[in-house]
Each structure stands twice: as C-alpha cells, then as structure tokens.
C-alpha cells in the first residue's frame, strides 16, 4: 500500500502562502499537514485561525491539524470552523482524552492523538479502539528541519500490534524528520501516514519530492 503524504506548510514560505497552497493542490501530496503551536505546550508559536483559514480557501485537499497546544478542548470547534478535517491533540495536553475525542468527533472532523517521543503507544490500550489517527512525533515538537529519532520504528511496530490486537481502524503517522531514505523502514513498522515539512519545501522540486516519497514502498 502506498503512503499518504501530508507536507507540513509550516516549512513553507509564508510570504507566498497561496501558491505554495496551488503548488500542493497540483501534487501527489494527500492531506495538508497544519502545525498549530502556542508557545505554551512547545517552546514556539506558528500560527492560528486567520492563517488557517487563508490556507483553507486555496487547499483542495484535507487539512490535517496536529495541535501542540495546552487546553486544546477550548478551541476544538474554532479549528473545525477554520477548516480542520483531522484534529490531532497531544495524549500529554488532554486530562480528559476520552471526552476530547468524542468533542472532536461530534464536530464531522476525524480525531487523532499525538504522541511526544518519550510518550509509550502502551498508554492508548484503552483509546486506540476509538482513534481514526495516531501521530507519532518522531522529533520532539516545536520546530521543522530536527533529525528524526531512531527509536521511532520501534515504537511504530508497536503501535501496529496495538491497533490490530485491539481491532482499531486507526491510520498511523509519523511526524518529523521524515525523508526518501527512512519513509521505507517507516512504511515496513506500519506506518500510513509520512508528513514532511523541510525535506519537500527545502527540495529543488518540491512535486517531484512529493511524488517520490508517494512511491516509497516497503
Ligand atoms: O509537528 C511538527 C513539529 O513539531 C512538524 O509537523 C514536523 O516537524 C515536520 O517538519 P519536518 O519534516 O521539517 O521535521
Ligand atoms: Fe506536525
């Protein structure tokens, strides 16, 4: 089965926003992958609604919105408005996951839960069965350009066993440091979804980078 490709606009040039939009409508590129960061949760802040919605009336394609946030329950419905059709939000943000998944699905979008790195797959025995999306970090979050962490295949094997031991329809995605050389290994661990952020908007051919990753086979 061949990867969804979710580019991270984060690694875009905002200053050209919509054409870097157009050029990912032209792509293989499945989802846009939407960082949103609050200088709370991560040490860094992005962007919010107003950018979102800008990206939103040029995407052809869903928008997948992974909130490093604190509370994020307070604004679950302010990014579906804004156009999320994913919602992911960190196990580490939630005191109350269960209710939080139910609040994003209540709104149509499809909900997912992040994971930092030091955060065990073991912890969603009891949630996993109700997940469309785990996003596995595979940097800590923050920040494009860092280097993937290699205990990520691992953790993503596990993952797998987790989701077919407990009957889950859950999509696996993996978060950071993503490129043509580990997309391979990535893809044998189980994982579904590939976002890249620097590797396709640092790339001479960005479409090209997209189409190849789309190929990576395991
Ligand atoms: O969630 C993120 C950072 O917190 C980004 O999605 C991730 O870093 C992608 O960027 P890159 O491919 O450049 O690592
Ligand atoms: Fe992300």
Not at 106 to 130: E, F, R
Not at 150 to 155: A, F, G
Not at 177 to 183: F, L, M, P, S
Not at 203 to 213: F, G, H, S, V, Y
Request: some cysteine; glycine content about 6%.
């Amino acid at each position: 089965m061949r990867p969804l490709i979710a580019p991270s606009v984060l690694a875009s040039d905002f200053a050209n926003l919509q054409s870097e939009v157009e050029m990912l409508n032209k792509s293989q590129a499945d989802w846009l992958h939407i960082d949103i960061m609050d200088g709370r949760f991560v040490p860094n802040i992005s962007f919010g609604f107003p950018v979102m919605q800008a990206i939103k009336k040029h995407a052809q394609k869903p928008m997948d919105v992974h909130l490093m946030i604190v509370e994020p329950e307070l604004y679950i419905e302010q990014f579906r408005a804004a156009g999320a059709d994913v919602i992911s939000v960190h196990i580490e943000a939630c005191n109350h996951l269960h209710r939080t998944i139910q609040q994003i699905k209540a709104t149509g979008a499809k909900a997912g839960v992040a994971l930092n790195p030091h955060t065990s797959v073991n912890l969603l025995d009891d949630i996993i069965a109700d997940l469309d999306l785990v996003c596995i970090m595979s940097v800590n979050p923050g920040f494009g350009g860092q280097k993937f962490i290699e205990n990520t295949y691992r953790k993503t094997e596990a993952l797998k066993n987790l989701i077919i031991q407990r009957n889950s329809q859950s999509l696996i995605e993996i978060d950071g440091g993503v490129n043509q050389q580990n997309a391979p290994k990535l893809l044998q661990s189980g994982a579904d979804v590939l976002v890249a952020g620097s590797f396709v908007f640092t790339a001479e051919d960005p479409i090209a980078t997209i189409a190849n990753l789309k190929q990576s086979s395991n």
